[in-house]
């Protein structure tokens, strides 16, 4: 990575803003249910406080409502505030973490002057103010007043030029934590020079929605193995007959292209050999849930019955990605294989992860809905890196610059 980091800087007696992703799950009763985001920033936060740093951290939660003004309407406040994350963070710390309840003015003001070497004060939420996704120069400028040195470690946020991501840096040094570190690190090694043979593994609903992240995979990986939703949409595109199965209809076309890239590019594209396939009407709501009594069968993708639904890759699918998987030097995934919420279809997803922990290489979950399915299975921790940012991850493999890192100080 050529971009500055908090090793570069010296921040001793320094008021450092850092923006951290602190974007949590919270139940009815406010309680976090997965920390893991918080547990992911530890690393920076305990640096600064280790080397005498006046901490100044900045987050959003959730998307709180805000009026024609571009203030936060009160039950959106109520909701979305981050007195749970102070809490938290505070108890992992052990060490108290002073919470303001505003992020720019006189409360933030008062409260960042008055910090001593090792203190931390998290601000409130980012996003109470509609100027932070509007990236207003002025809110920005606000916020920066706040701290000397600016430190970015929300790779999660990365993709969006927002007040706190990027506006910030037009007014104070900007450098990037450890954990942003980290995925610079490992993305950009998988994309620019990737130990070979270096696999993708790409999932998901529809074909238009990855269809830039496919077109710049192709340029680079030797193979590309495609699961997920939008498997049916490749087997249309090839002449197959999917029964119900989700079809992308303008993604036909791009799937027609993207396999005739693969084939004169010598990149071997690989699509599921079997499905499991269930009978449900076209229309059938997944998210409501499959019932019990439901027919369920595997069946080749070549002889797909009519009225039946592909909702997850076959057994020989599986067994024919998983070696390819296990012999890669590098590989990258993103996206489930099938509707891995239901134990029925989730077999591919967990073929997959299983796959990944049980390969010698370097193996990168690309975030969102594939990160959640590795936790969930308990494979996180067998794989070398699972990236904290969704989109974020999705716009690197496009190969697409994220303002939040182009806006830190180069090497």
Known sequence: MNKKTVRDIDVKGKRVLVRVDFN?????G???????????????????????????????????????HGKVLPESAAKYNLEPVAKRLSEILGKPVKKVGDCIGEEPK??????????????ENVRFYKQETKNDPEFAKELASLGEVYVNDAFGTAHRAHASTEGVTKYMPGVAGFLMEKE?????????????????????????????VIDNLLNKVDALLIGGAMTYTFLVAQGLKVGNSMVDE???????????????????????????????????????GVTADVDIRVAPTSGMLNGYRGLDIGP?????????????????????????????FAKGTLGIAEAMAECSGTTIIGGGD?????????????????????????????????????ALQDK
């Open 110 to 123: 008062r409260a960042a002057m008055a910090l001593a070497d090792g203190d931390v004060l998290l601000l």
């Open 316 to 344: 020989e699918t599986i067994k024919l990605y998983s070696e390819r998987i296990k012999s890669a030097k590098t590989v990258v995934w993103n996206g489930p294989m099938g509707v891995f919420e239901d134990p029925r």
């Open 30 to 68: 406010r309680n976090i249910t997965d920390d893991r985001r918080i547990v992911a920033a530890l690393p920076t936060i305990k640096y600064l406080i280790d080397n005498g740093a006046r901490v100044i951290l900045m987050s959003h939660l959730g998307r709180p409502e805000v009026d024609e």
């Open 24 to 28: 949590v799950p919270l139940d009815s």
């Open 184 to 212: 610079l690190d490992y993305l950009g090694k998988a994309v620019s020079d990737p130990e070979r043979p270096f696999v993708a593994v790409l999932g998901g609903v529809k074909v238009s929605d990855k269809i830039k």
């Open 370 to 406: 594939s990160a959640a399915a590795v936790e969930q299975m308990g494979y996180a921790d067998k794989v070398s890196h699972v990236s904290t940012g969704g989109g974020a991850s999705l716009e690197f493999l496009e190969g697409i610059e994220l303002p939040g890192v182009v």
């Open 250 to 288: 303008p993604g036909i076309e791009l799937a027609a292209q993207a396999l005739e890239k693969a084939r004169s590019r010598g990149v071997d594209l690989m699509l599921p050999v079997d499905t499991v396939e269930v009978k449900l009407p076209a229309d059938f709501d997944i998210p409501s």
